[in-house]
């Protein structure tokens, strides 16, 4: 049974940092691609970041590009989300997320995953 818990979200000031993890369990990590979306409050779920299982290759939203870095740690079943100079727009819901998937080979594959966490919520607030 495939398991994702997110958690470091919090209240941050803009241009602050926080360092949100997602702990799996149940899956093999380095089979898996791993995702991270966002929910602000009245939108939609956004696609943020994304990560291969085996080749580890990154992938950013434009407006996460440069400020984001995913990572993943296949021995702790951990990945990462560092989020650096953050705005108020960042703020919301991140939800972390997994499919099975050796390499990312375009993009769009990182847009549909096939197993969820609950989320971690990100306040961006002076």
């Known amino acids: 049974q495939v398991q994702l818990v997110e958690s470091g979200g919090g209240l941050v000031q803009p241009g602050g940092s926080l360092r949100l993890s997602c702990a799996t369990s149940?899956?093999?990590?380095?089979?898996?691609?791993m995702g991270w979306f966002r929910q602000a409050p009245g939108k939609e779920r956004e696609w943020v970041s994304c990560?291969?299982?085996?080749?580890?290759?990154?992938y950013y939203s434009d407006s996460v590009k440069g400020r984001f870095t995913v990572s993943r740690d296949n021995v702790k079943n951990t990945v990462y989300l560092q989020m650096n100079s953050l705005k108020s727009e960042d703020k919301g819901v991140y939800y972390c997320?997994?499919?099975?998937?050796?390499?990312?080979?375009?993009?769009?594959?990182?847009?549909?995953?096939?197993?969820w966490g609950k989320g971690t919520l990100v306040t961006v607030s002076a």
């Open positions: 990560i291969s299982g085996g080749d580890r290759k990154t």
């Open positions: 149940g899956v093999t990590l380095e089979y898996y691609a």
């Open positions: 997320a997994a499919k099975p998937l050796w390499t990312v080979r375009n993009v769009a594959e990182c847009y549909t995953m096939n197993y």
